[in-house]
């Protein structure tokens, strides 16, 4: 079976990495973009992407940016998004939600439940799941 294609937007590399590891150990492969323009640019380029990982805190663009943006561009107004950020932020927590946001995730996070609920929202079927690893 082929894997799934993610986006994963985070301006910090560490868990960028981190997070690319895990979906790739079961159903998914990831690129990489370390700002809001990168990750807008990377969905430009790519139309295979089965979900995003956007993160709200990142230079040039912030991820609520891309997300607004996704949500206003007919390619990708119902690809499912997943937003992370760190603890305390209730007001961004509204306006992601607001704005077309799939699911919300705080950091520090379980890279199991985050594996968990990409898995669903792609669509992938818990024989995939990468739960073993």
Same mark, same amino acid.
């Given at each position: 079976?082929?894997?799934?294609? @993610? ?15 895990? =979906? ?5 492969? !990831?690129? =990489? ?22 993160? =709200? /805190?990142?230079? !040039? /663009? #912030?991820?609520?940016? !891309?997300?607004?943006? /996704?949500? +206003? ?13 760190? *603890? ?8 992601? @939600?607001?704005?077309?946001? +799939?699911?919300? &995730?705080?950091?520090?996070? +379980?890279?199991?439940? &985050?594996?968990?609920? *990409?898995?669903? =929202?792609?669509? @992938?079927?818990?024989?995939? #799941?990468? #739960?073993?690893?």
């Amino acid at each position: 079976m082929e894997k799934l294609h @993610v986006l994963v937007a985070d301006d910090e590399p560490h868990i960028g990495r981190i997070i690319k590891m895990k =979906l790739e150990q079961g159903a998914f492969r !990831v690129t =990489l973009a370390y700002d809001g323009r990168e990750a807008l640019d990377a969905l430009a380029t790519h139309d295979d992407f089965a979900l995003v990982l956007l993160d =709200l /805190m990142m230079p !040039v /663009m #912030s991820g609520l940016d !891309v997300l607004r943006t /996704m949500r +206003s561009d007919p390619r990708w107004q119902k690809l499912p998004c997943i937003i992370l950020t760190a *603890a305390g932020q209730e007001q961004q927590h509204r306006l992601a @939600v607001e704005s077309g946001a +799939s699911d919300f &995730l705080t950091k520090p996070f +379980s890279p199991k439940k &985050l594996y968990a609920r *990409a898995a669903e =929202l792609a669509g @992938v079927g818990a024989e995939n #799941s990468g #739960s073993e690893r």
